[in-house]
């Protein structure tokens, strides 16, 4: 069975820096765009910051200059680089990935299980 299984988060003191990984376990055909969402309580799951297949990367206003995103397709996985983490920036964070399946190539949207993300002092 293919899943995203993510790795990383817990509790970080602001200021502070943080990295959460991702890997696909699993065969698939390719792996087309990754990206990171958070969600807060009482909040809608929002975009951190995305990755294409090429490597372009964007991301949320709220963490630009702060966090980086990166991919290693040999590895089948994402990166999240967290640094100058604020309050603001707790969530639970989920992974996600564009996929092509194996054979007929069927597109797939993998989530990982989330990873809890604390920033307290």
């Known amino acids: 069975q293919v899943q995203l299984v993510e790795s990383g988060g817990g509790l970080v003191q602001p200021g502070g820096s943080l990295r959460l990984s991702c890997a696909i376990s699993?065969?698939?055909?390719?792996?087309?765009?990754m990206g990171w969402y958070r969600q807060a309580p009482g909040m809608q799951r929002e975009l951190v910051a995305g990755i294409t297949k090429g490597g372009n990367a964007n991301y949320a206003d709220s963490v630009k200059g702060r966090f980086t995103i990166s991919r290693d397709d040999a590895k089948k996985s994402v990166s999240l680089q967290m640094n100058s983490v604020i309050p603001e920036d707790t969530a639970v964070y989920y992974c996600k990935a564009d996929i092509r399946r194996t054979g007929l190539g069927v597109p797939a949207v993998l989530w990982g299980q989330g990873t809890q993300v604390t920033v307290s002092s």
């Open positions: 699993g065969i698939i055909g390719s792996m087309d765009t």
